[in-house]
């Protein structure tokens, strides 16, 4: 076991980084990142060229429309796209869907078809290659094998990919130099109940998008040249993805890691991250070979991808691409994870993206920085465009505010889980308080409203020479706003959900987890909201065609009243925040099994219904499925966790101290008595005793719960009792690790794990 240790190490210290051959120009440059930009993918453009005109035309018609394609639009989209696939080597196609497991799905379908003709009476069956629009619309997986939460009665087991055609098709690589054609889907049931991440996002869209319009109808002048109406809103979103990279030879040799993601033993090294000098370090080389051939993969596939850098743990990383409409940015963050994973693998190296797969150093989040863009490409949270909207971003502002405040819970819930949960609340990412930061300006701007008041920039703590006013005094019945510089506003790092300059950032988000969920949450409850604003403008405004600007403040300070509880500018990691809170009546969702019930909580699943994202059956299914996730992966911990100390640990400690009695007795032979072998022995059987103990309570503990029905209680079970006894069977373990003979330990320790330290 140790030589299995020490080759590994000396293995990942050796290894040259792999080295590729990116494509080059004519002129011997190599391509750069915009020359590569989207090959692989069968964009608006390559559609326009392949297509006849009239069939182009229509598909963007009813794709406009949310029309459902016609069969003879369908076959000839299909065939263009079988064509330009074989072209670029495709052997087979698939329909690829995100099932409620935060991953994706395909079945692979070859373009091999068999024809039969008759010659001369015979029958011939000769080979071709087809793709039918029926095929390209539509197919049918076995549903029973993927969560539903017992939406599917087991006798009714069908479950059907739908081409969900907003989001463009795409070739990957598969094996020997063959590609595969991607048709990304939605699946649903047969009665078209969602099965997946995406129709639920979809809808949310839908109905953000209409009410946002109405909204803006009411608020807009009238259509003219100069500002035409705007006819569609949708959601931006922009995911920074935190992993962790590590040798894969060492990752192999960690049953935990392997079976959990996560470390489930292990202390920390002397030194870790206290010098804080990861973050934004310089890339080791073998990582930084890894990643650029990932970012040169994810850009043909269009992924834009931005920014990489070292983050603050050891071995830690972060990939961010630069925001894109929601429903795109989430298929492409599925496919930056698993481009990700892929390209680390030919590398030698595992990527982690386990919200905490090491005790004591930071875990991962991934932020979504989320906003909402009309069609005339404004950012409706930009309240810098210009001064004539201030209320427009106002209006915008507060209906998300309001959004958070009311469905706070719901947020938390949507972001529950057991990886999750040992990163939330644990002094590096936000807790289990949903609140919002604004920033001091921004903050002083919503209380002068409220109290009908001037701006007072003293109050805003920021140097006035940074806030640039139009006009010096500022009067908010003509709805000047100072523009708010951007670097002003991201002074918080611990809220959870934090106003950036221009867009929303939820923090709070794990970096495992599909965005969808949370992002379909997102956009339900601040459609919800933009109902109530409709409703209330509607009021307001009476006969008149447009909300005045009088109309529209009065509005925007009953609503900055409603969810002033929501906003919080302090430190969120602090014990005052916690009591503030309490008393503010915000929920504090600790844990995981108290969040999924916020889910079914009457406004919460009101609000799903009522903007037509979730129907009673569907959420009550979504509940069941995150609570026995949860119930399933503790136990997963618990049972690798009883097999690597019973397998590795104690016969490792046992090995040691059979070592140690073997020692003494040889001292003893040569009449050297009390030696400090004996010492030792007599410190370590304690320990052993009572991880022995442990381990046996822990395997008790599992018994006697595993024949609980009910899984609320269940999974409250899993996060006290077999959690508790969990952490206690690590320490102990732990303290073994201290003291056992390097040699004989079984398992890569921290020090080793942390490649590049
Ligand atoms: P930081 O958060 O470090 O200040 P940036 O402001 O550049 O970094 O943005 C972080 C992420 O936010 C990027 O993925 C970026 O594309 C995204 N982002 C920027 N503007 C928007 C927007 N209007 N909507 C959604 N995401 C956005
Ligand atoms: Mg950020």
Known sequence: AHQARVNS??????????????????????QSTSEIFGQNVFSLKEMSKMLPKPVYKNFIKQLKGNETLDKVTADAIAHAVKVWAIQRNASHFTHW???????????????????????DGFEEVTAIDTFSGSQLLQSEPDASSFPSGGMRTTFEARGYTVWDTKSPMFIQDGPHGTSILYVPSVFISYNGEALDEKSVLLRSAETLNKVAVEVLNMIEPKDDEDH????????????????????????????DLKITGRTLLGGLPPRHQQLEDHYFGKIPTRVLAAISEAEFELARLGVPIKTRHNEVA????????????????????MLTMDVLHRVAHRHKLKVLFHEKPFRGVNGSGKHCNWSLSTDQGDNLLDPSSSPETNLRFLIFLVATLKAVYDHGDLLRAGIASASNDHRLGAHEAPPGIISAFLGSQLNEVLNAVEEGRPVNYEATGTQLQHVRVSGTVLDLKVATLPSIARDLTDRNRTSPFAFTGNKFEFRAVGSKQ???????????????????????????????????????????????????????????????????????????????????GRLLRAENAAMLRKTGVFSEAELQSRYHILIEKYCKDVMIEAQTLLTMVTQQVLPAAFQYRRDLAEAASYMANIGVQSSPEVNLLNQLTPVVADLQAEINSLRATLDKIISIDDLEVLAKEFSQQVLGSMNKVRDLADELERHVSDKLWPLPKYTELFLNI
């Open 9 to 30: 190490v000396v293995d990942s210290l050796t290894k040259a980084p792999r080295n590729i051959q990116f494509p080059t120009t004519k002129d011997g440059r190599l």
């Open 514 to 596: 599909s965005v969808s969920f949370p992002v379909t949450l997102l956009n339900s409850a601040v459609a919800s909201t933009l109902m109530e604003m409709r409703d209330a403008l509607a009021k307001q405004k009476g006969d008149k065609p447009i909300a005045s600007k009088d109309d529209q403040l009065a509005v925007i300070r009953e609503f900055i009243k409603k969810s002033k509880d929501i906003r919080f500018e302090g430190d969120n990691y602090s014990d005052e925040w916690v009591q503030e809170a309490a008393r503010r009546g915000l929920p504090n969702i600790v844990k995981s099994p108290d969040a999924f």
């Open 228 to 255: 035409p109406r705007t006819k569609s809103v949708f959601a931006t979103l922009g995911t920074e993805q935190e992993y962790f990279l590590i040798d894969r030879a060492l990752y192999t040799l960690r049953p």
């Open 97 to 119: 869907f995100q099932p409620l497991n935060d991953s994706t799905a395909e079945k692979h379908d070859s373009f091999l078809t068999m024809k039969s003709n008759f010659v």
């Open 314 to 333: 050891p071995a830690q990383f972060e990939v961010a691409p630069i925001f894109e409409e929601a429903m795109l940015a989430v298929d492409h963050n």
